[in-house]
C-alpha cells in the first residue's frame, strides 16, 4: 500500500458526460501529479500541484480540469467524455522538491470506461 | 523523439536467475533522476529504485540493482534471483530538471518468470 488513495475504483459512464476522480496523497506529501495510462498512449503525465497551485502541465485536454484544496486533496474533473478517454487514471504524490522526497508514490488508479 | 526508451516489449526468465531489463533516455539537462517501476496484472504502480544523475554510485534496493551508464545514457534494471511474482510489467521513467518534477515514462517491458 503506498498511501495514496484514489476513488473511486472503477467508473462507468457514457460519452458526453462529466465525471470527478478524487486523490488524497500519503501523509506528509505535498505535490500531486494525475497520469493517464492508456493503450495507444501509454503513461502520460497530466497534471500537477504543489501545496494548492498549479505547478506544471503535460498534455491534458482542456475538456480536462484539476484542483487541489488546502486539505492536499485533489479532484481531476473530466467533461464532454468521448470514448477515447477510456483510460487507467493515475494520481501520484511526492514530498516535493527535495532528493530524499523526490520519489512518486502512485494510488491504486481509477479505471475510466466510457461507453 | 523518445526520452526514454525501452526496447524489450517482452521477456522472459527461470526462476532464480537474474535478469536485465534495459533502458535508456535522451537528455541535454544535466540534473535528473531515473526510476523503474512495476505494474503487476493488478494495475498499481510500484516503485522500485531511483538513481540521480550526480549519484556516484548505481542505487540497489535488496533484489534490484540499477546499472547506470551515464556516457551511454542507459539506466538497466537488474533482478537478482527472480521468482515468480516478479511477473509484471516493468516501467523506466526519467525527471528532468529539479526535484519534484514530472515524469517521463517508457512504452514498458513485460517480464514473465517461468518455473
Known amino acids: 500500500d503506498s498511501g495514496v488513495t484514489q476513488t473511486p475504483k472503477h467508473l462507468i459512464t457514457a460519452t458526453g458526460q462529466r465525471v470527478t476522480l478524487r486523490c488524497s496523497p500519503r501523509?506528509?506529501?505535498?505535490?500531486v501529479y494525475w497520469y493517464q495510462q492508456s493503450l495507444d498512449q501509454g503513461l502520460q503525465f497530466l497534471i500537477q500541484y504543489y501545496n494548492g497551485e498549479e505547478r506544471a502541465k503535460g498534455n491534458i485536454l482542456e475538456r480536462f480540469s484539476a484542483q487541489q484544496f488546502p486539505d492536499l486533496h485533489s479532484e481531476l474533473n473530466l467533461s464532454s467524455l468521448e470514448l477515447g478517454d477510456s483510460a487507467l487514471y493515475f494520481c501520484?504524490?511526492?514530498?516535493?522538491?527535495?532528493?530524499?522526497?523526490?520519489?512518486?508514490?502512485f494510488g491504486p488508479g481509477t479505471r475510466l470506461t466510457v461507453l | 523523439a523518445q526520452k526514454i526508451t525501452q526496447t524489450q516489449p517482452g521477456m522472459f526468465v527461470q526462476e532464480k536467475e537474474a535478469v536485465t531489463l534495459d533502458c535508456t533516455y535522451d537528455t541535454s539537462d544535466p540534473s535528473y533522476g531515473l526510476f523503474w517501476y512495476k505494474q503487476p496484472s493488478s494495475g498499481e504502480m510500484i516503485f522500485l529504485i531511483y538513481?540521480?544523475?550526480?549519484?556516484?554510485q548505481n542505487a540497489t534496493e535488496g533484489r534490484y540493482s540499477l546499472n547506470f551508464q551515464k556516457a551511454r545514457k542507459s539506466a538497466n534494471l537488474v533482478i537478482s534471483a527472480s521468482q515468480l511474482g516478479d511477473s509484471a510489467m516493468y516501467f523506466c521513467a526519467m525527471r528532468e530538471g529539479g526535484y519534484g518534477n514530472k515524469l517521463v515514462f517508457g512504452a514498458g517491458t513485460i517480464l514473465r518468470v517461468k518455473s
Open positions: 538513481q540521480g544523475s550526480y549519484d556516484q
Open positions: 501520484a504524490s511526492s514530498v516535493g522538491e527535495t532528493r530524499q522526497g523526490n520519489e512518486q508514490f
Open positions: 501523509s506528509g506529501d505535498l505535490s
